[in-house]
């Protein structure tokens, strides 16, 4: 055998893992500025100055703890929505249904918590969260199902699959969860009746000095364990192992005895369960009921957002974050500029087309470089070993 | 096949020149100051291993890529060459490894495709022409013939017309004999002699060395991009050729290890599925090599499948040491003890954006060792089995904990074979366990099938090189149309062989 074992310590400057890692980080800067000076075209387009409208937007989000606290909790749901998404997509499965997911969880928890009301504190609020991770769970395995049974696409299930969901909220607004007390002389719009203060998820903002108004709440930190547990599924776990193999070769993970289709269900219910918790920040912290005018199309910039994210649990938190920033800039738009309020949705836009396209370009840089370097060492290595001079002599 | 060679023309002035052909991708130099002069009425033989750069020199004189140095003289005028049309403008013409030609199409609509003259088609005039050109040539084959009704010889045939009735004076053929049965290797090269004859000057690429000397007049060798010497068949050896293309000797014959070949260990009976196998019977033994002959496609890869579990049989019966296993599913048939190495390991062996170490342990993710009972992976052991398997294989990489995309075909190759040799299986399928690599990893490939004879093991190897049939088998069966249709001692002629490759062998003395 070869003296010096097969592998060589690599003599150059970085390892490789920090050298991907640096290479990564440059890359969405790159994106980053590409997506800034597109956008600083349309605003000279619009006669106001790039400047001061990103430091408009900038120093609206970071103006005082409030703010920063409104950031993270705008950022809350998405990170669910885009972990939802990732998980499908690290396997090669597109859950577009992640929206309807998530509404159906809303219903389920706001079921929950008014039936289990009589559960004392914490434990009725973890009832609900179980009970909106379940909704996820059920609503997400029907095309889990589908897929591996029948072979029916994913992606067109669960877009049909969306439009029910909405008739579903609405069917419970209007059936079984419609509010039964209302304030004696008074309208009020449709929704459930308001829950038990012990179904809603706890303040956090206050013990950093955050205003009430931000609604920044234990869910934060909740999505923050989640991208953890991600992270740790696809990194140490076989399951999330066998699910990268599936969504990278499906025909080696068959050849390996990969049962693909246990695989691909079983991502399905987690990617569920996590949609299932993008609802809660409206129903359990901002408005503590699930009313007819909630907002909808998380789980669709849930998708924005895992892209943005590159399907990274920390990159998605990361992305999550920035996007949360972005929307937020809407309103100081509104407030010092004449920008429309659009400029922000566009903004988004361009960012998510700038990273795809510079990741891809990175990426292939990386890939090619590391080859050369194969090939560069296998090439020094070429001349006769002991063992091929002994083949030789044989 | 030694008959007359081209009269060489060793006075006539070279057709094409490529003076100090340099070319290089990032990272790569595919050709270095490579010169080479192609003169009428020669077959030239251009030889090397994977990489060597063969086909990319062919290439830049196909106009397929621009050379980074150098030039191409035509008649001694100095051309260039921006794309194949310019090629085939300048009497330069290609026929690749894969054909393209359309199935629903005749031989003519094929031949005359992108080269129809005026707007109004004039079949009539065309399949004449298709016609003559094939009977000057000797080519048997049917102008009005659709492509889809065709052997894999007659297509070759008629991407040679193709490029014959552009007027082409250099044909150049990327490895033209590596989809063919020996019989119709043999009706190509009548057809290249006849071409040969008439003045043109053909281009052979080829790594089948025993091909070269019987067909070619000048023999180049590349090496890394290097032409490393040019001989004539008449100076030239297998041995000396093989070992100028790999810089040392080989060995062509490995040892075979003396063992007693055991109780059968696989027995498969009437299998049938989907078309492509039609009541397949054989049975392979411990410390046994079967080889499956065949030309591709008669259904060794649906055989592979259907034993590994890929494919469910719809009827006959598979046994491994006497338990029947026929429909498990693969995870349980690759417990029972085995291992499969697939023909195309791109597809079906590795995961080439995933680490070296994550592939080392594809299929085996649930053993003990590497997991435990909570879905845990256990990294370290993981790792810690990669590097011993990458050491005693001698995969040829900086780290395990690089990309599989990373290695060469031939280093990807020995991770596949390590990692399901580890299993300690009882039986072996190999399918096309040698493909797409260069002569020395052949040889590395070889010598550990060949070992599991030695640890008691069965290896069904399927493949469709001869060569490699006759190197490691104890004993051989054809397969044509799903069907066993012959069974032979490993001293066979290959002639004898081939008529079982066409199906044409007497079944009775199948087994």
Do not use: C
């Given at each position: 055998m070869s003296t010096g074992g097969a592998t060589l310590p690599a003599p150059r400057a970085l390892p490789p893992w920090?050298?991907?890692?640096?290479?990564?980080?440059?890359?969405?800067?790159?994106?980053?500025?590409?997506?800034?000076?597109?956008?600083?075209?349309?605003?000279?387009?619009?006669?106001e100055n790039p400047l001061s409208v990103y430091s408009a937007m900038l120093s609206f989000a970071f103006k005082d703890v409030t703010?920063?606290?409104?950031?993270?909790?705008?950022?809350?749901?998405?990170?669910?929505?885009?972990?939802?998404v990732s998980v499908c997509f690290k396997g090669g499965l597109f859950n577009i249904g992640v929206e309807g997911q998530f509404l159906v969880g809303m219903v389920t928890a706001s079921w929950a918590a008014l039936t289990f009301d009589f559960l004392p504190g914490l434990l009725h609020l973890a009832a609900v969260l179980l009970f909106a991770c379940f909704g996820g769970m059920v609503y997400a395995a029907v095309p889990g199902i589908l897929k591996v049974t029948t072979g029916a696409h994913e992606v067109v299930t669960t877009i049909m699959m969306n439009g029910i969901a909405i008739s579903i909220v609405a069917y419970a607004l209007n059936g079984p969860l419609r509010f039964t007390k209302a304030?004696?002389?008074?309208?009020?719009?449709?929704?459930?009746?308001?829950?038990?203060?012990?179904?809603?998820?706890?303040?956090?903002?206050?013990?950093?000095?955050?205003?009430?108004?931000?609604?920044?709440?234990?869910?934060?930190?909740?999505?923050?364990?989640?991208?953890a547990i991600v992270w740790f599924l696809f990194r140490r776990l076989r399951l999330g192992y066998e699910a990268r193999v599936v969504g990278s070769s499906a025909g080696s993970a068959r050849a390996g005895g990969i049962a693909i289709g246990g695989v691909q269900i079983k991502l399905f219910l987690i990617s569920?369960?996590?949609?299932?918790?993008?609802?809660?920040?409206?129903?359990?912290?901002?408005r503590g009921a699930l009313v007819q005018n909630y907002e909808a199309q998380l789980g669709f910039t849930g998708i924005a957002v895992a892209f943005l994210g590159q399907n990274n649990p920390i990159g998605i938190v990361f992305a999550a974050v920035l996007w949360a920033i972005l929307s937020r800039g809407e309103t100081a738009l509104q407030l010092g500029t004449n920008l429309p309020r659009e400029f922000v949705i566009i903004l988004q836009g361009i960012l998510i087309f700038s990273v795809v396209v510079v990741?891809?370009?990175a990426k292939r840089r990386l890939a090619r470089r590391e080859l050369q370097r194969a090939g560069a060492e296998v090439g020094l290595r070429d001349t006769a070993t002991p063992e091929d001079e002994a083949l030789q002599e044989a | 096949m030694s008959d007359e060679r081209g009269a060489g023309r060793e006075s006539a002035p070279p057709l094409v020149v490529m003076e100090h052909v340099t070319k290089r991708f990032p990272g790569v130099v595919a050709n270095d100051d490579v010169s080479l002069e192609l003169r009428p009425g020669e077959v030239h033989a251009l030889i090397g291993e994977n990489g060597a750069g063969k086909s990319t020199l062919m290439r830049i004189l196909y106009g397929m890529y621009p050379a980074s140095e150098g030039r191409i003289l035509l008649g001694g005028e100095e051309i260039s060459i921006s794309s194949p049309r310019v090629a085939l403008q300048h009497g330069i013409g290609m026929v690749h490894q894969h054909f393209v030609l359309v199935d629903p199409f005749t031989v003519t609509e094929n031949v005359i495709l992108g080269d129809e003259g005026s707007a109004i088609l004039d079949m009539e005039t065309a399949q004449q022409k298709v016609a003559d050109l094939a009977q000057t040539y000797g080519f048997q084959v049917r102008p009005s013939a659709l492509i889809e009704d065709l052997s894999v010889g007659e297509e070759q045939r008629v991407e040679i017309l193709k490029a014959l009735y552009r007027g082409v004076e250099v044909l150049i053929l990327d490895e033209p004999t590596a989809v063919l049965t020996p019989s119709e290797a043999k009706d190509l090269f009548t057809n290249l002699r006849r071409l040969r004859d008439d003045g043109k000057a053909i281009v052979f690429i080829s790594h089948k060395l025993d091909e070269v000397l019987a067909i070619a007049d000048?023999?180049?060798?590349?090496r890394r991009g290097k032409v490393v010497g040019e001989t004539t068949p008449a100076d030239?050896?297998?041995?000396?050729?093989?070992?100028?293309?790999?810089?040392?000797?080989?060995?062509?014959?490995?040892?075979?290890?003396?063992?007693?070949?055991?109780?059968?260990?696989?027995?498969?009976?009437?299998?049938?599925?989907e078309g492509k196998l039609n009541g397949i019977g054989f049975e392979v033994r411990t410390r046994e090599i079967l080889g499956v002959a065949g030309v591709e496609g008669n259904g060794q890869k649906e055989l592979a499948e259907a034993l590994i579990g890929l494919r469910k049989p719809a009827?006959?019966?598979?046994?491994?040491?006497?338990?029947?296993?026929?429909?498990?599913?693969?995870?349980?048939?690759?417990?029972?003890?085995?291992?499969?190495?697939?023909?195309?390991?791109?597809?079906q062996g590795l995961v080439l954006n995933m680490t070296l170490w994550e592939n080392a342990v594809l299929g085996r993710e649930d053993d003990p060792p590497f997991s435990g009972k909570t879905g845990f992976l256990f990294i370290d052991r993981i790792k810690e089995m990669a590097r011993r398997l990458v050491k005693l294989f001698d995969v040829r990489t900086r780290s395990i904990n690089v990309a599989a995309s990373t290695l060469s075909g031939g280093n990807q190759q020995k991770l596949v074979l390590a990692r399901e040799l580890d299993t300690s299986p009882k039986l072996l399928i190999a399918s096309q366990p040698t493909r797409g690599l260069d002569v020395g990893a052949i040889e590395f490939v070889w010598r550990q099938i060949l070992d599991q004879k030695k640890e008691g093991r069965g290896v069904l190897l399927i493949s469709a090189e001869l060569d490699e049939i006759y190197a490691l088998s104890d004993r051989i069966v054809t397969i044509y149309e799903g069907r066993i249709t012959g069974e032979y001692a490993p001293d066979a002629r290959p002639e004898e062989i081939g008529v079982g490759m066409l199906g044409a062998a007497d079944t009775a003395e199948a087994s």
């Open positions: 920090l050298e991907s890692a640096v290479g990564q980080g440059l890359a969405l800067l790159a994106a980053f500025a590409i997506a800034v000076s597109a956008g600083a075209l349309i605003i000279i387009l619009y006669g703010s920063v606290g409104t950031v993270l909790s705008i950022a809350t749901p998405l990170i669910f929505a885009a972990l939802a304030p004696p002389g008074q309208n009020v719009d449709l929704r459930t009746d308001i829950f038990e203060p012990s179904a809603l998820v706890p303040d956090l903002g206050h013990v950093f000095g955050v205003g009430g108004s931000a609604h920044l709440s234990w869910l934060f930190p909740i999505a923050i364990v989640a991208s569920g369960a996590l949609a299932g918790l993008t609802g809660m920040q409206q129903v359990l912290v901002e990741y891809q370009v | 000048r023999i180049t060798v590349l030239a050896s297998k041995a000396k050729l093989a070992e100028m293309m790999v810089g040392r000797p080989v060995l062509f014959r490995l040892e075979q290890p003396d063992v007693e070949i055991g109780e059968p260990i696989l027995e498969v009976e009437g299998l049938l599925g009827a006959g019966t598979v046994r491994l040491a006497g338990t029947d296993i026929t429909g498990w599913p693969v995870a349980d048939i690759r417990n029972a003890g085995v291992a499969y190495i697939p023909e195309d390991r791109h597809e």
